[in-house]
């Protein structure tokens, strides 16, 4: 009886030891592949924000355009504030008036009506003379006159530089002349621009 004692105890020590073994040795099993697993998740993250960032780039871009038009927009306003410094020093010293034609001048001298409805057309930019509103805040030449208009002068510059245009402007005629309604900034900012014409909607007065 003793005998088969110790067999039993050793058969069960044994089966004890075997099924501690296993256990330990499936624990490290379980830890790599966690570690795999964390690996690889990181992986998945870091190629997530890879594709993040990647997707982000546009916006980079576009906000490096935008300060590169904004400082290219500020170099165009300080030219043509220079510019139109000396076009006022000139015509003061002519003795002629440096601001745009002012339309309800022009009107009430020449008992003028408006004639029909607008008519879309392509207008040379020197025969826009005046203004209906605006007289005191652009040249003769439809340079900036005060620096108020610093802001949105650029804003129509970033604009047409950036879309490669301007959106019709509003005019009146009078005879071979043209006061703006709507659209001041635009022909001061095509007129920086070197441009010679500009797309408008016309009405005509006589």
Same mark, same amino acid.
């Given at each position: ?9 050793? /058969? ?13 040795? *499936? ?22 924000? $890879?594709? $993040? ?19 290219? $927009?500020? =170099?165009?306003?300080? %030219? ?28 009430? =001298? ?18 826009? /003379? ?6 005191? =805040? ?15 002068? %650029? ?5 047409? *530089? ?18 703006? /309604?709507?659209?001041?900034? *635009?022909?001061?900012?095509?007129? $920086? ?9 016309? *009405?005509?007065?006589?």
């Amino acid at each position: 009886m003793p005998t088969e004692a110790f067999v039993v105890v050793v /058969v069960v020590i044994a089966v004890v030891a075997t099924a501690a073994s296993l256990i330990v040795a *499936r624990r490290p099993r379980a830890r790599r592949n966690t570690h795999r697993g964390g690996r690889d998740e990181a992986r998945e993250t870091a190629a997530s924000g $890879a594709d $993040a960032a990647h997707d982000d780039a546009g916006p980079s871009v576009s906000l490096h355009d935008s300060m590169f038009w904004s400082e290219a $927009a500020e =170099q165009a306003f300080a %030219k043509a504030r220079r510019k139109a410094g000396w076009e006022r020093l000139r015509n003061r010293l002519g003795g002629r008036d440096y601001r745009l034609l002012p339309f309800e001048d022009v009107r009430r =001298q020449g008992h003028l009506l408006p004639g029909g409805e607008q008519t879309p057309c392509t207008v040379p930019l020197a025969s826009i /003379v005046g203004s209906v509103g605006k007289p005191e =805040q652009f040249t003769r030449s439809f340079r900036p006159a005060t620096e108020r208009l610093r802001d949105r002068w %650029k804003m129509a510059y970033t604009t047409a *530089r950036v879309t490669s245009g301007f959106r019709p402007v509003e005019l009146y005629q009078v005879g071979d002349g043209y006061f703006v /309604v709507d659209g001041h900034y *635009r022909v001061s900012v095509a007129r $920086a621009l070197g441009s010679r014409t500009i797309d408008a909607r016309v *009405r005509r007065w006589s």
